[in-house]
């Protein structure tokens, strides 16, 4: 089967590449473009550890196609923060100690980004729900929930 040619933005950079018609956003993020800090953890949409942005909307890349990029906006873990200046969000988790192994550790990023573009003042109880589609095996999740939470209040301009 023939390629399919697809232009989309990423991390704010237009990217024009090749991908079959079976490949996954996932597997066309890290295959074709290099765009490894989007990881796999299970395959079918349980984990969050693919998450990625897509037109502002959050969304697990091992269930979109690649071919399904075509026009569209994409964001990833790497288009948050600069490499000489963390995100606040990714300061905060490492204040935190918010994560261990690094799988679950982009998903989790590009997740509350989404979260606190959506919703900048959530309660503890709407950041564990929003995240409950992400998954962590090492630090158990209230680590994660102070990293959110002092994230959202340093963005606010609380500290």
Do not use: W
């Not at 697809?6 to 956003?25: H, M, Q, R, Y």
């Not at 597997?27 to 800090?37: A, M, P, W």
């Not at 100690?97 to 679950?104: E, V, W, Y």
């Amino acid at each position: 089967m023939a390629k399919t040619h697809v232009t989309a933005s990423i991390n704010g950079d237009v990217k024009e590449f090749l991908c079959e018609p079976s490949d996954t956003l996932l597997q066309t993020l890290r295959d074709e473009l290099g765009l490894t800090g989007t990881k796999e953890g299970c395959g079918s949409g349980d984990c969050g550890a693919c998450s990625v942005t897509i037109n502002g909307r959050l969304v697990c890349s091992c269930l979109v196609l690649g071919v399904e990029a075509e026009g569209t906006e994409i964001e990833t873990v790497e288009g948050i923060g600069a490499s000489d200046k963390l995100h606040v969000i990714q300061e905060k988790f490492l204040e935190h100690a918010a994560l261990q192994c690094g799988i679950c550790t982009p998903g989790l990023i590009v997740s509350t980004k989404a979260l606190l573009e959506e919703n900048p003042d959530p309660t503890e109880e709407e950041a564990r729900y929003y995240l409950a589609g992400n998954l962590c095996r090492c630090t158990g999740y209230d680590k994660i929930i102070r990293a959110v939470m002092d994230a959202a209040e340093t963005m606010r301009g609380g500290a």
